[in-house]
């Protein structure tokens, strides 16, 4: 967090790649060549490392209090065999979230990842993506003709930690030869180098989450700052890649209309002309249970993320427990607002969706 703040400040610094603090590593996991790979990487950076029975339970995490070990947690690195090779869906953005890690090294206040991880926040990886890669495959058989679209960030920020891992690149040629499949992530990071001379051919969408300068700099720490996200949007339409961008979560907050607007406007000026004309953007704004506002308040005491039970609308969920949105009223106004922008400076873009 310190070393973020201090980023922020110095906008000619990067926002450097994530380096853990501590890594455990599953004996099985040193089976796999990947497992072998990264514990090559641990050794060569010096950082120290332990062995754990199981990837979902690491009994000996440090810290005192559960505020420290929360900290300690999201520098922490679990390699592991992922077992359950059963995908879970991931309406509305894909079919299928497919699974190459859990856990995220960012720390965004608002981030269901903090309620759906409950008390394991520490950063997990996969090594066995043949068995995730024939997983796949065996969706995409039973759907085809249908295309069948796998999200790669549903419970973590893949490029955050592809230096570490190799799996995305991995994920991104694998399905370039797949014309049934598709591949999407989103990110807030802007470490894309390693995509760039991929052969992807067209098959998977790179997004990047975007918002409004207040909720970046309230609520974003530990991600990569806007100006560098925006330039490598920049770099992956060069690359060829489709681009999209997630606006999430989108808040209510004095003077949204102008930031929202001058979000639009700074993307239009930053990117290629022909980039924007085959670009698309999801639309999410902001909710929250009742466990993830407790959570939060915990964890993040001092966040001024407004979270009033008061003024919002409770919508229920699939899984019983269900979610505070913006009543009707401000709902429309930031959809109608935000769409209405999107139509002005990217007149040929796409608008999947506004939740
Ligand atoms: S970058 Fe994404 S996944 Fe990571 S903490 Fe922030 S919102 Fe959560």
Known sequence: ?????????????ETTLFVPDLVYFEPGALAYPKGQQIMGWVQSQGIEYRMTTSHNRILDLPGATDTEKYRIAKRTLVVGVRKTLTFDQSKPSAEYAIPIGTGCIGHCHYCYLQTTLGAKPYIRVYVNTDDIWAAAMRYIEERKPEITRFEASCTSDPLSIEHITGSLSELIERMADQPFGKLRFVTKYHHVGPLLPLRHGGRTDVRFSI???YVIRHFE???SRFEERIEAARRIAEAGYPLGFIIAPIMWHDGWEDEYEKLIMTLAGALPREAS???TFEL???RFTK???AIIEKRYPKSKL????AERKYKWGRWGQGKYVYPDERANRLKEFITGRIGEYFPASRVLYFT
């Open 284 to 286: 999410i704004q902001h």
């Open 1 to 13: 967090m310190a070393s973020q703040s201090v980023t922020r400040q110095d906008k000619r610094r």
């Open 306 to 309: 407004e979270m009033n039970i």
């Open 277 to 279: 004309e085959r670009i």
């Open 221 to 223: 720490p530990a991600t």
């Open 211 to 213: 918002n409004s300068d």
């Open 291 to 293: 466990t993830a506002k």
